[in-house]
C-alpha cells in the first residue's frame, strides 16, 4: 500500500459559527478528502458559546441563575437554526437536536449545583466550558453525514488524557498517542472521517478538563503530532498571519510564509491567529502548519516554515510583522534604597503572581534604582496593592519611594528573525518612531532577537503601528 497522507484540519468558532459558514466547511472538508487519504476534523465551538457558557457559570457562582433560561434559548437557537437549515435527514436531525439539548440541559443543572455552592470551582468550569465543543462537534459531524461524507463525531475526553490542572490542562503525549490512534486509525482505514472537539480532554479518572482559553488549535497538534499527520490546518476567519492589523493599517499584507520562532512571538504580543502552545508540538513532530481562511478556502494563508536555510540565513524580510497589545499599564518600583540588594526583583514577581498576573513585559534599568513592568489595565490596581503589601517595610523606611502606574499604554512589538543577524534594526525602529512623533516609554528586546518590543501611550498606538509597518514595506 502506498504510504497514506494525514490531514487534520482545524475550524475555530466563525468558521463553524452559523449555517452559511458550516457550509463552507463542508466543501473544504469534502475538497480535502479528495486529496488527502486520511483526514481528522477538530471543531471549536460555535462563535461566542464558550464566552456564553463561562458568563453562565459566573453568574451562577454569585448566586444568580436569572440569565439562564436566556442563556438556553440563546444556546437552542444558534445550534438549532444550523441544523435546521443543513440537516435534511429528519431522523438524524431531532437526534442532533436531542443531543445538544441533552448539553444545555446539563448546562442548567451545572449552573443550579454552582449556585447552590456559592462557588465554580476550576474543574467545574471545564465541566461547563466543555459543553460548547460537545456541542458543535455533535452538529458538524451530522452536518458532515448529511452532506454524503462519511464521519463520525468522537468527543476528544475519550482520546486526549491530561494531568488535572484544569483550564489550563497539560495532555500526557504517552497515553494520548496510544489512546489516540486506538481510536481514529481504524475509524481512518474505514474512509471515515473522525471529528473530534478541540480544547477539552480528560484526566485518566475521566474528569473533563479544558487546554486553556483558545486551545482547541493545541488541540488539533496534539492530535496531529500523536498520530503522526503530515500536515495541521487550521482554518479561521482571515487570510493567515497579516503584517499588522488591517483596521490600524488598511495596506495590511498576508504573510505568505512565517517562522516558528516569529508566530511565536507573534501570538504572544496579541496577533491572535494561534493559539501559542500548538507551536511546540508540530515543530517537534516535524509537521507542517497552514492558517487558511474558511470564508476565503482559496487564499493559499499563511505557511508555517522552519525559517533557517542550511547556510544560517532566515528568509525574507527582516521585519516581518508589527503587533499592538492595548489596554495595559506599565507598573514602576522605584527607590535609591534598592540598589544592590538582592531579592527585590523576585519578591516583586512573587507579589505579582500572587495576584493570579501574568506579565508581558519587563524591563530594569542598570542602575537598579527602579523595576518597571506591564500588566493588563484592569489588574493594574489589584498589582499595586499587593506590591504595596510586599515591600510595606520598605516603603516606611524610604529605601522603595514609590510603587506607581501609567495610565493606558500600548506594547508594541516589531518581528522578524532577519533582525538578529542584521545590525541596525533597533536604530531603525526608534529613528523612525522618533521622525514620526511618537515618545517610546519602555523597551525591551527579547534575548532570542526576534523582537522588539515597546511601550507608548495609548493614543500614539495607531501612529506607531502605522509608521513601524512603513519600515516592513522598505525593508
Ligand atoms: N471554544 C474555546 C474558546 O473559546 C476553544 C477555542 O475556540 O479554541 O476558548
Ligand atoms: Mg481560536
Redo the contacts with the bound molecule.
Keep these: 500500500m502506498p504510504e497514506q497522507k494525514t490531514l487534520i484540519m ?1 475550524f ?2 466563525t468558521s463553524v459559527g452559523s449555517a452559511e459558514a458550516l457550509v463552507s466547511a463542508i466543501q473544504i472538508i469534502r475538497d480535502a478528502k479528495k486529496d488527502w487519504d486520511r483526514v481528522v476534523v477538530v471543531t ?2 460555535m ?1 461566542g ?3 456564553l457558557l463561562l458568563d453562565s457559570a459566573a453568574s451562577a457562582s454569585h448566586g444568580k441563575v436569572d440569565s439562564l433560561p436566556a442563556a438556553e434559548s440563546a444556546l437552542r437557537e444558534k445550534h438549532f437554526a444550523a441544523a435546521d437549515a443543513l440537516i435534511k435527514n429528519e431522523k438524524l436531525r431531532e437526534q442532533t437536536k436531542a443531543e445538544i439539548n441533552a448539553l444545555i440541559l446539563s448546562l442548567v443543572d451545572l449552573c443550579k449545583a454552582i449556585a447552590v455552592l456559592g462557588e465554580a470551582s476550576p474543574r467545574a468550569m471545564d465541566a461547563v ?1 466543555s459543553l ?2 460537545r456541542m458543535s462537534v455533535y452538529l458538524l459531524g451530522a452536518v458532515v453525514n448529511d452532506a454524503g461524507i462519511k464521519a463520525k463525531a468522537i468527543v476528544s475526553t475519550e482520546f486526549v488524557v491530561t494531568n488535572a490542572h484544569y483550564q489550563n490542562a497539560h495532555p500526557d503525549f504517552k497515553a494520548t498517542t496510544e489512546k489516540t490512534r486506538g481510536l481514529l486509525n481504524p475509524l481512518m482505514d474505514e474512509g471515515i472521517i473522525p471529528i473530534t472537539t ?2 477539552i480532554g480528560a484526566t485518566p479518572e475521566g474528569a473533563i478538563t ?10 488539533a497538534a496534539i492530535i496531529g503530532a500523536v498520530l503522526p499527520a503530515d500536515d495541521v490546518w487550521i482554518w479561521t476567519d482571515v487570510d493567515g498571519v497579516m503584517t499588522t492589523d488591517p483596521r490600524i493599517v488598511p495596506e495590511a499584507v498576508t504573510l505568505p510564509e512565517i517562522n516558528y520562532s516569529e508566530i511565536a512571538e507573534l501570538a504572544y504580543y496579541g496577533a491572535k491567529v494561534l ?1 501559542p502552545k500548538t507551536i511546540r508540538p508540530v515543530l517537534d513532530a516535524g509537521i507542517g502548519l497552514r492558517i487558511c481562511n474558511t470564508f476565503n478556502p482559496s487564499h493559499p494563508g499563511t505557511r508555517l516554515i522552519a525559517g533557517v536555510k542550511s547556510n544560517g540565513k532566515v528568509e525574507g524580510k527582516v521585519i516581518k510583522a508589527v503587533t499592538a497589545i492595548r489596554k495595559q499599564r506599565l507598573i514602576t518600583i522605584e527607590g535609591r534604597g534598592m540598589l544592590g540588594v538582592p531579592g527585590v526583583a523576585a519578591r516583586a514577581f512573587g507579589a505579582v503572581a500572587s495576584t493570579g498576573t501574568s506579565v508581558p513585559l519587563i524591563t530594569q534599568a542598570s542602575s537598579e534604582q527602579s523595576i518597571c513592568f506591564a500588566v493588563p489595565s484592569e489588574l493594574a490596581p489589584t498589582v499595586l496593592s499587593s506590591l504595596e503589601k510586599a515591600f510595606a517595610a520598605e516603603i516606611e523606611d524610604d529605601d522603595i519611594d514609590r510603587v506607581w502606574a501609567t495610565e493606558d499604554v500600548s506594547i508594541i512589538t516589531v518581528v522578524g528573525a532577519g533582525m538578529r543577524h542584521t545590525p541596525g534594526v533597533s536604530g531603525r525602529v526608534f529613528s523612525k518612531l522618533g521622525n514620526d512623533g511618537v515618545n517610546v516609554l519602555a523597551i525591551a528586546q527579547g534575548s532570542s532577537e526576534v523582537s522588539i518590543s515597546l511601550v507608548v501611550d495609548a493614543v500614539d498606538t495607531e501612529n506607531a503601528v502605522k509608521a513601524l509597518h512603513e519600515l516592513i514595506v522598505a525593508s
Design positions: 482545524k475555530g468558532g471549536s465551538a462563535s458559546v464558550t464566552n466550558a460548547g465543543e478541540g480544547f479544558t487546554l486553556g482559553r483558545g486551545g482547541s488549535d493545541y488541540s493559539h
